[in-house]
Every structure is written in structure tokens, then in C-alpha cells.
């Protein structure tokens, strides 16, 4: 099996972390007439799914892996003859028709394949497409690769395995398998064996996801109970939404919040807190109520709150959940909810319940919002 990973090519300055605030480099954005833009979520899901279909049209088995990157299988394809060309072919295709740049990497398993996308990015006179199949090759990138580029090897495993030595690519896939199964996990002797060229992990199919996350940062310190409980609230409703749109049933709802974390001379307060409903549901109502006490529980006075986050966990299909003869509220309203979706995405208006607040004052400010090229009428350029 062969596997491509798409990722779209950007460009960082090199001593800035990505996630940095912005604020923090304000002189380096005037000193280089840097342009900012805000957060356009609906303008990228837009173009990812633009790009997922040109790879879906290009190659028979397509695994979506994130918002800007996927798996593809081209076993049994003519691709394969010229799997180079191919690439290239395809890079031009995106380019052409969405206006986005990617980097491909070409291996026989997903790890390497995700070292290859990885060199594809890092050194632009690959063009933005490596081969990896040649066993020679996969050597020599292996050794310019420290262990935490890997795939699946995060910060602290990476520490463990340096202190014994393992400190690239290739060093891991130099260890014996059985050895590292007993003193690590099965999770990463299956890494070591892909970077031998072995596939141990198949493409996966389109799956249900195991959890709905709703999640902003606040556009101005909060430090009231009911601005935070507008915020979780919203966060509860586009959550729920998310899940009927999925045709699934949530049990468990988690909610933190935090204070900011660039100011030391701030107090920090960060706590979350989780509940179970008594059968799992998709209704908002119930999940409000639920997270008004979760918010109670962890709610303190006297801090200037930065971000609050929503979690539905323990997700069910709608159709495979059986109910309890002695619980009822399953879905107290299921009527309500259905047309409640429907007016929200018929265009014509939008309804949301008081909880979320008239004019909340914490959400995210968007002054740099680029247009909505593809997703608004009104944002379209005029040609004169």
C-alpha cells in the first residue's frame, strides 16, 4: 500500500512558535509590513473540503486525517507507473484550482509518508514532493530526522527515548521490536516497523468522531458568572448541533475555563469539571441544564477568565442506543430540536436560547476577518 499525505504548505518565521499571541510580535509584523488576519473558520472548512474532493476524484481510498491533510491509497491504480509525475500532477491540479500550495510525501507506510510530507515542507528544492519508497532514501532522511518528528512520539516519550540513545528517526527503526514492545507499548513498535517500510496501520474510513469540542478564546477578559455561563452556554448549543447533525447521542458533558496564560502578574485559575445525563441525548436543553451545575461547581470570584471549552465524550449512533424502561428525558423535546436546526440553516433566521445571551461580550474579536470568498455572496470581489 502506498499512502500520500497532503498538508498545506506554510510559512513561519523561524523563532516564532505557532500559537504565540499576536501581540507579542508587533513590532516584527510593522518591521516587515506583515498583513493579519483573523480566525475565518468557515472559509477554511470551505476550502479543506474543496481540496479533499480533488484528492477523493484522484485516488480510490481517501482517509481525511485533519482539516488540512490526508491519507491515500493508490494500490491497484495506474498512478503507481509514474507515482512521481503523478504527485506533481496533482500539486499543480490543487494549485489550479483552489489557489492553495501542498506538499506530498510518496512512502509504503503512513509514518513514512508522514516523514516525507514533513521534508516535502522543510526544504523547498524537493519541490514540495518527496519519494520514500527507496529503501536507500528512507535511510538517509532518517538521519536527519530527530525522534520527535516522528509520528506518535510526543514530548515526554521522545525524553525517554533520547535517554537511551534514540535521538532520530533512524535510531528507532534500528531497535529491536520485541524489546521496544516490552519496554514502551505495542503503539510504538508498530511505529518502529513502519519506518522499515512496513504498513501496520490501514487507511480508516470516514468514521464517527468519539468526541464534539466547542471552544473559543473570549475577545476581552471575562469576570462575571453569567458573561462566563453565556459563553458555556454557546459553546453547549453548537455542540449539540454538531452531535444531531452526526445523528448521535452524547452521556458525557465536560467543561473547563482558564485565565490567560502571557500575564504572570494575573492570578492563574484553570478547573474543569464532568457529569454524565442519566441516558444519552441530543438535546440542548438537557445539556444546558447540565452545564449551568457543572459551572457552579468550578466557577470562583476574582479571576479575569480568557477561554472557556465544551466537550460532549461517550457518543452513541442515535439508532443503536436501547432506552430505559424506568428513565425518561432521552429526548424531552424531539420535535424541538429538529426544527430548531432547520431554521438555523435555512438562511431565513436564527434562533438560540436566552441562556447564550443578546449581546455577549466575550466573543472572539474578528477585526481582520478576511472575506468569505466562497461561502458569501456579498464578500465576491468586483471586477470592474
Same mark, same amino acid.
Given at each position: ?83 512521481? !509525475? ?89 531497535? !529491536? ?68 447533525? !452526526? ?35 441530543? !438535546? ?101
Amino acid at each position: 500500500m502506498f499512502s500520500v499525505t497532503y498538508k498545506v504548505v506554510t510559512c513561519n518565521h523561524r523563532t516564532n512558535k505557532m500559537g504565540a499571541p499576536a501581540f507579542r510580535y508587533a513590532e516584527l509584523f510593522l518591521r516587515h509590513q506583515v498583513t493579519v488576519f483573523s480566525s475565518n473558520y468557515a472559509l477554511y472548512a470551505d476550502m479543506s473540503a474543496r481540496v479533499m474532493q480533488i484528492l477523493e476524484q484522484q485516488a480510490p481510498a481517501v482517509e481525511v486525517y485533519s482539516i488540512d491533510e490526508a491519507f491515500l491509497d493508490l494500490s491497484g491504480t495506474d498512478a503507481l507507473l509514474t507515482l512521481p !509525475d503523478w504527485a506533481c500532477a496533482l500539486q499543480q491540479q490543487i494549485r489550479q484550482w483552489t489557489g492553495i500550495g501542498v506538499g506530498i510525501g510518496l512512502a509504503p507506510s503512513k509514518t513514512l509518508a508522514k516523514l516525507a510530507n514533513l521534508a516535502a515542507k522543510r526544504w523547498p528544492a524537493t519541490g514540495g514532493v518527496v519519494d520514500l519508497r527507496d529503501p536507500a532514501r528512507q535511510q538517509r532522511l532518517m538521519t536527519l530526522m530527530p525522534i520527535e518528528d516522528v509520528w506518535g512520539v510526543g514530548r515526554r516519550l521522545a525524553r525517554r527515548l533520547r535517554a537511551e540513545g534514540i535521538d532520530t528517526a533512524l535510531a528507532l527503526a534500528k531497535q !529491536d521490536p520485541r524489546s521496544i514492545r516490552q519496554r514502551y507499548s505495542v503503539v510504538l513498535e508498530r511505529t518502529l516497523r513502519e519506518l522499515r517500510g512496513e504498513a501496520c496501520q490501514s487507511l480508516e474510513a470516514v468514521s464517527a468522531r468519539q468526541q464534539i469540542i466547542s471552544s473559543r478564546s473570549f475577545g476581552q477578559r471575562v469576570e462575571s458568572q453569567a458573561s462566563l455561563q453565556q459563553a458555556i452556554s454557546h459553546h453547549i448549543s453548537r455542540a449539540a448541533e454538531k452531535l444531531r447533525a !452526526d445523528q448521535r447521542l452524547a452521556r458525557q458533558l465536560s467543561i473547563s475555563i482558564r485565565t490567560g496564560l502571557f500575564n504572570p502578574q494575573e492570578p492563574s485559575y484553570s478547573r474543569h469539571a464532568s457529569a454524565c445525563l442519566p441516558e444519552p441525548s441530543d !438535546d440542548s436543553i438537557e445539556l444546558l441544564r447540565l452545564g449551568r451545575r457543572l459551572l457552579q461547581q468550578i466557577w470562583q470570584p476574582g479571576y479575569r477568565y480568557a477561554k472557556a471549552s465544551v466537550m460532549l465524550n461517550d457518543l452513541y449512533d442515535r439508532s443503536s442506543v436501547q432506552p430505559d424502561l424506568f428513565q425518561t428525558g432521552t429526548r424531552m423535546h424531539p420535535a424541538l430540536m429538529p426544527l430548531l436546526d432547520q431554521i438555523n440553516h435555512s438562511g431565513r433566521g436564527r434562533i438560540f436560547f436566552a441562556s447564550q445571551g443578546i449581546d455577549p461580550d466575550w466573543q472572539m474579536k474578528r477585526a481582520h476577518l478576511s472575506p468569505a470568498y466562497t461561502t458569501r455572496w456579498s464578500d465576491l470581489p468586483r471586477v470592474r
